[in-house]
């Protein structure tokens, strides 16, 4: 969605699969504030199982939203990959675990199909750990090209791959020993 200022929404992926996978996702949203990205919303942190990664550790996904203000998609997605570096990603092979992953899914309505970046993301409605956290945050958002809202999307996923809540929205962010007693 585009604001009346020039300000948009876009929605970001986070997953993690390797070392302390909860630690590596809010360093991802904390990368993303520090690059002056108003985080608006917060998904639930879901634990799902890694797909066409033959016995990896199972990913934990979570999605946000972030106003972006002056920045085209291109230079949000250097960002992304500027985060992940450093947070320690160095290999963008697909399918191999991975300590963060932040995929751009949607840029407010933007379409757009370069080499560096496809907007939408092309798989997002394939995925049920991509479409159960964004459904969180954003359930009345249209895809723009598939014309459907995030939770008509998920509803008619054919991904049977486990995914299941893991941490609740309002407990991410919240130290570690909190957690002990969720």
């Excluded at 590596?24 to 608006?40: K, Y």
Aim: glycine share 8%.
């Amino acid at each position: 969605m585009t604001g009346t200022n020039g300000q948009v929404t876009a929605y970001i992926g986070l997953g993690s699969n390797l070392g302390d996978r909860a630690g590596n996702l809010l360093l991802g949203v904390r990368g993303l504030i520090e690059a002056c990205f108003e985080v608006t919303a917060i998904s639930c942190i879901y634990e799902t199982e890694a797909l066409e990664m033959e016995g990896a550790p199972d990913f934990l996904n979570m999605a946000v939203a972030l106003r972006c203000n002056e920045v085209t998609p291109t230079q949000l997605m250097a960002r992304l990959l500027r985060i992940e570096y450093n947070l320690g990603r160095t290999d963008k092979t697909y399918r191999k675990p991975r300590t963060i992953d932040l995929d751009l899914l949607f840029f407010g309505d933007t379409r757009m199909d370069t080499p560096f970046l496809t907007l939408p993301h092309p798989r997002i409605h394939l995925r049920k750990f991509v479409l159960l956290p964004l459904n969180d945050i954003a359930p009345k958002f249209r895809h723009p090209v598939l014309g459907k809202t995030v939770e008509e999307l998920l509803a008619a996923a054919k991904d049977d791959s486990r995914v299941v809540k893991w941490l609740p929205a309002n407990h991410v962010g919240r130290p570690a020993a909190e957690h002990a007693g969720v």
